[in-house]
């Protein structure tokens, strides 16, 4: 296990249009987090898992955006409708339990035109 | 959810010299203080970390404290580096909170040589 892995690392797609990334985090983790993360900005929390159960999403996540976590292994997060403001990286990232080490994908860079 | 705050958002130190940023969160429930790093163009890495219970830890050159009365906790990086250049997030915790790892802007160290 090589740590946490996100594809793609880079996407550019024209606004209006729906794009889906996927992270894969280390096997035995429980925990998974999404973030996202704009230019001068620390990690901006979007959403987090426990196993397959998406237990918390943030107040700032419109209804454009979506995530899954089938069986608690790999997690989508799919943006629709894609807004030029919706351009940053996001960021993956997992944990064994709470309040531990979160471990941080390479991330996917959005850039919507 | 919790509030953090870094200061300063940049700082900028003669290699062999100190430095110290400091954070600021407003969860008195929040029980698990991380820094993370991260490099230009990499993913956010952690350094060091300290719970609640405890006041201090020290790894190498690298030191936080923590202060949960006044709710603080403050970086330390003796002897800095060329390689200590990079972006700094602290990244309070709270066990049961809703926002899971919630970042703070950044502070961006810069070692001068």
């Known amino acids: 296990d090589t740590g946490v892995s996100q594809d793609p690392r880079h996407k550019i797609t024209k606004r209006g249009q729906n794009v889906t990334f996927r992270c894969d985090p280390i096997?035995?983790?429980?925990?998974l987090y999404w973030y996202r993360q704009t230019l001068g900005q620390g990690p901006e929390f979007l959403t987090y898992?426990?196993?397959?159960?998406?237990?918390?999403k943030s107040r700032l996540l419109s209804d454009r955006f979506s995530a899954e976590r089938p069986k608690g292994s790999f997690s989508t997060l799919e943006i629709q409708r894609t807004e030029q403001g919706d351009s940053a990286m996001y960021l993956c990232?997992?944990?064994?339990?709470?309040?531990?080490?979160?471990?941080f994908g390479q991330g996917t860079r959005l850039t919507v035109v | 959810g919790e509030n953090v705050e870094q200061h300063p958002s940049t700082l900028s130190v003669q290699e062999g010299d100190s430095a110290v940023i400091k954070c600021t969160y407003s969860?008195?429930?929040?029980?698990?203080f991380p820094w993370y790093k991260q490099e230009l163009g990499k993913r956010p890495q952690l350094i060091i970390d300290i719970r609640s219970n405890v006041g201090e830890k020290k790894d190498q050159r690298i030191a936080v404290t923590l202060n949960k009365t006044a709710k603080h906790f403050s970086l330390h990086i003796t002897e800095t580096q060329p390689e200590d250049s990079a972006v700094y997030f602290c990244?309070?915790?709270?066990?049961?909170?809703?926002?899971?790892?919630?970042f703070g802007k950044g502070t961006h160290l810069i070692i001068q040589p």
């Open positions: 096997s035995e983790h429980n925990r």
């Open positions: 969860d008195s429930a929040s029980n698990y």
């Open positions: 990232a997992s944990s064994f339990v709470l309040d531990t080490e979160a471990f």
């Open positions: 898992f426990q196993n397959e159960a998406q237990l918390e």
């Open positions: 990244a309070p915790f709270t066990r049961g909170g809703a926002d899971g790892l919630t």
